[in-house]
């Protein structure tokens, strides 16, 4: 079992809709960051967590530190939203990260 | 803005051939990582260095070596390039996490290496 989870796998939906992305980890974390790679390859860092919420423009994040749960929030999506969404956590303790495997997000017009 | 460039957006090479991906960080950056990327598997470390002459293996340093001579650059080394070793490579830093607690890795563009 990868150490962390990230669901769905592939999420397609309409222009507008609210989307949701899950992020679940099982081992103790110093933070969580939420990543965003579009066709092509270049990786951003969105967010950077340790607890509570935070919100950029659009996008939504949140972490539950008890229940090691994490979900990324996109309101009023738009097509240029289309990309990989990465979730990953830093161990405690730890200078490496661990990634998820990615939710394939498109959004169509 | 820090930047983080990789050499090539994309190389072809030959099974056998001694490759060397590059990349180069402008912030005085302590951490640099290199990663592949797999459909399927994501992103997993190959190797990281924390300081000028340090690395440390990651998850899958097999078939890899890193040099790390100047803070600024850090090269992933293909000692003899395997089919199995085509991928995405994608290279990041950071800010020390033990200096600076919580920090954000700054990515690459990626460099998409081909092996025939």
């Known amino acids: 079992k990868n150490e962390v989870e990230q669901s769905p796998q592939n999420l397609t939906a309409q222009e507008g809709e609210f989307i949701t992305i899950n992020c679940s980890y099982s081992?103790?974390?110093?933070?969580l960051h939420w990543l965003q790679q579009h066709p092509g390859g270049g990786i951003v860092s969105l967010f950077m967590l340790s607890s509570g919420k935070k919100k950029h423009g659009r996008l939504i994040a949140t972490i539950n530190i008890q229940e090691k749960h994490s979900s990324l929030h996109i309101t009023a999506s738009h097509p240029r939203d289309s990309a990989v969404y990465i979730c990953a956590v830093r161990e405690a303790g730890a200078q490496k990260l661990v990634f998820g495997q990615g939710t394939r997000l498109t959004i169509n017009p | 803005d820090v930047k983080v460039t990789q050499s090539s957006r994309y190389l072809v090479k030959r099974t056998g051939e001694k490759v060397f991906l590059e990349c180069v960080q402008d912030?005085?950056?302590?951490?640099m990582f290199w990663y592949r990327q797999d459909p399927g598997l994501g992103l997993r470390l190959i190797y990281f260095s924390y300081d000028v002459k340090m690395k440390e293996k990651g998850d899958i340093p097999e078939g890899y070596s890193v040099s790390r001579e100047k803070k600024e650059r850090f090269s992933l080394i293909l000692e003899s390039a395997s089919t199995n070793q085509t991928s995405m490579y994608l290279c990041?830093?950071?800010?020390?996490?033990?200096?600076?607690?919580?920090?954000?890795?700054?990515f690459g563009d990626g460099t998409r290496l081909s092996i025939l």
């Open positions: 990041a830093s950071s800010l020390s996490t033990l200096l600076q607690g919580n920090q954000p890795q700054h």
């Open positions: 912030m005085d950056h302590e951490n």
């Open positions: 081992v103790g974390i110093s933070a």
